[in-house]
Each structure stands twice: as C-alpha cells, then as structure tokens.
C-alpha cells in the first residue's frame, strides 16, 4: 500500500483529488490540509510515500517553503500540482529535489499514471513548461543563447529531450538517424556535465536554456 498526503488551499479541489485517487486500491490518502500549519501538523504524525501539493498553501516563498518540506522529509517523494503557470519558481525547486511538476488541467487519467511513475522514481513534468511553437511540438528556435558551448543542433535537440521525445523521434523530427541523435545526446551531457537525461532536464530549466 502506498500512502499519500494532500495539501492545497481550496478545500473543494481536494474533496475532488481524493476521489480521482480512491479510483487505485493500492493508495490510501492519509490526510489532507489547507493551510501550512496544518500542514505541519499532518507530516510530523503520518510518514506517506508522497506529498501532492500547491505551494500556495504555504504562504510564503515557494523555495522555501520547499527547502524546508525537503529538509524535514527527505525520503518522501513530491509532487507540486498547481494552476501557477510561471515558471519563476520551478527551475529551483527541481534542483531542491521535487519529483513532479504537473499543471491542475492535467486529466484525472493524466495525474494518475504521473503519480505511479513518480512512486516508481521517475520524474514528472508537466510539458506545457517548454515553449513548442504548436501541440506537435515543432521546435521553437526562441531558445536562449548562454555559455554552455552547445552548438544550435544540440540546443534543438535539447529541447526535444526535455519534451521527452526518444531517440528514434527526434531523429525523424529532424530528418537524422537515431545514431546521430544519440551522439547529440551524449555530447551535450559530456559538455553541460550531467549524468543523465534527468541531469539535463534540470540544467536546462535552472539555467534558463529552454522557456
């Protein structure tokens, strides 16, 4: 049984994502709060797996807010779920260690195959955080231009991982064979001095090379 914890500002949405979650017989929502005090109270006298929340519950500074949550439980997985579409926050809190960044228009079905992936330790961000010029996801060229010695392509192709788009698909995006794309791909985590796909996805959005 995995054990969940609910914290969000609106007690309606959370009357609401207890029922999406009650459609798993293997999760149990162990408690839920509004405010951060009641937060704290709830997560110093229940242990869950995972914390789903808006950091608007908090109050105050969303960095903060999650330092201390991270510092305090640092076993427990995170997953922010919010209608906050800025993402002045975000590049932050996933180098602080959250596992997940959805938006609250994601679809019950959505969220819940998101929550799985994130107990099974992958993580999970939302797509609508990287500026794709259409919902096919065509490159956007308005990618900023850092000291990262990345060459155009690789930036391209960088961006295309952090849509999570594979090998094989970017290749065919980009009229280059799969090989090709796995070089791109080692070459940039060679020159950013990461050491896997998440590595990448958490420089790009901390140093500001995608929108």
């Given at each position: 049984?995995?054990?969940?914890?609910?914290?969000?500002?609106?007690?309606?949405?959370?009357?609401?994502?207890?029922?999406?979650?009650?459609?798993?017989?293997?999760?149990?929502?162990?408690?839920?709060?509004?405010?951060?005090?009641?937060?704290?109270?709830?997560?110093?006298?229940?242990?869950?797996?995972?914390?789903?929340?808006?950091?608007?519950?908090?109050?105050?500074?969303?960095?903060?807010?999650?330092?201390?949550?991270?510092?305090?439980?640092?076993?427990?997985r995170i997953l922010v779920l919010t209608s906050d579409q800025g993402t002045k926050f975000f590049g932050r809190m996933l180098a602080l260690g959250i596992h997940g960044y959805l938006m609250k228009n994601v679809t019950s079905q959505e969220l819940l195959r998101s929550i799985t992936k994130i107990l099974e330790g992958e993580l999970e961000i939302t797509t609508q955080l990287f500026?794709?010029?259409?919902?096919?996801?065509?490159?956007?060229?308005?990618?900023?231009?850092?000291?990262?010695?990345?060459?155009?392509?690789?930036?391209?192709?960088?961006?295309?991982?952090?849509?999570?788009?594979?090998?094989?698909?970017?290749?065919?995006?980009?009229?280059?064979?799969?090989?090709?794309?796995?070089?791109?791909?080692?070459?940039?985590?060679?020159?950013?001095?990461?050491?896997?796909?998440?590595?990448?996805?958490?420089?790009?959005?901390?140093?500001?090379?995608?929108?």
């Amino acid at each position: 049984m995995r054990t969940l914890c609910l914290a969000d500002s609106h007690r309606l949405f959370i009357d609401g994502l207890k029922e999406i979650l009650r459609q798993r017989k293997d999760w149990q929502v162990l408690g839920s709060a509004v405010t951060r005090l009641e937060l704290n109270t709830l997560l110093r006298h229940k242990s869950p797996d995972m914390l789903i929340v808006d950091y608007l519950v908090s109050g105050q500074n969303p960095v903060e807010f999650i330092a201390s949550i991270r510092s305090l439980y640092p076993d427990m997985r995170i997953l922010v779920l919010t209608s906050d579409q800025g993402t002045k926050f975000f590049g932050r809190m996933l180098a602080l260690g959250i596992h997940g960044y959805l938006m609250k228009n994601v679809t019950s079905q959505e969220l819940l195959r998101s929550i799985t992936k994130i107990l099974e330790g992958e993580l999970e961000i939302t797509t609508q955080l990287f500026n794709f010029s259409d919902e096919t996801g065509v490159y956007n060229p308005k990618l900023r231009q850092q000291n990262h010695n990345l060459t155009a392509r690789e930036l391209q192709v960088l961006q295309y991982i952090a849509q999570e788009f594979s090998n094989q698909e970017i290749g065919k995006l980009l009229h280059l064979s799969t090989g090709t794309i796995d070089t791109h791909r080692k070459n940039i985590i060679s020159k950013l001095g990461v050491k896997n796909t998440v590595g990448l996805i958490k420089y790009a959005i901390y140093n500001n090379l995608i929108d």
